[in-house]
């Protein structure tokens, strides 16, 4: 598991600059992190029952469905960045 929290890390981060460049392909990216996140679950059903990675796909669907200003999305980007380090200190 700490090896896709470490790759989930980038693929958060990555939505920052996407939004900053204004890139088309935003909500394509962001529908297939969505998939990625729930598909977590599955495999790995501890997730399920952890409310700081439900907050994180929270976030992430927030983004995916509606607008949001490069500094809304500066903050919460770090702020997930930081919640998956914590999941990782916990697992």
Same mark, same amino acid.
């Given at each position: 598991?700490?090896?896709?929290?470490?790759? /989930?890390?980038?693929?958060v981060?990555? #939505?920052?600059?996407?939004?900053?460049? @204004?890139?088309? +392909?935003? &909500? !394509?990216?962001?529908?297939?992190?969505?998939?990625?996140?729930?598909?977590?679950?599955?495999?790995?059903?501890? /997730?399920?029952?952890?409310?700081?990675? #439900?907050s994180?796909?929270?976030?992430? @669907?927030?983004? +995916?469905? &509606? !607008?949001?200003?490069?500094?809304?999305?500066?903050?919460?980007?770090?702020?997930?960045?930081?919640?998956?380090?914590?999941?990782?200190?916990?697992?």
């Amino acid at each position: 598991m700490n090896e896709f929290l470490n790759m /989930l890390i980038n693929l958060v981060y990555k #939505i920052l600059p996407l939004k900053e460049e @204004q890139n088309p +392909y935003l &909500n !394509d990216y962001l529908d297939s992190l969505i998939i990625q996140l729930k598909g977590a679950l599955d495999t790995y059903p501890y /997730l399920k029952t952890n409310t700081q990675y #439900i907050s994180i796909i929270n976030t992430v @669907q927030y983004f +995916y469905n &509606n !607008d949001f200003t490069v500094k809304q999305c500066k903050r919460e980007v770090f702020k997930c960045i930081k919640t998956i380090k914590q999941i990782k200190g916990g697992v």
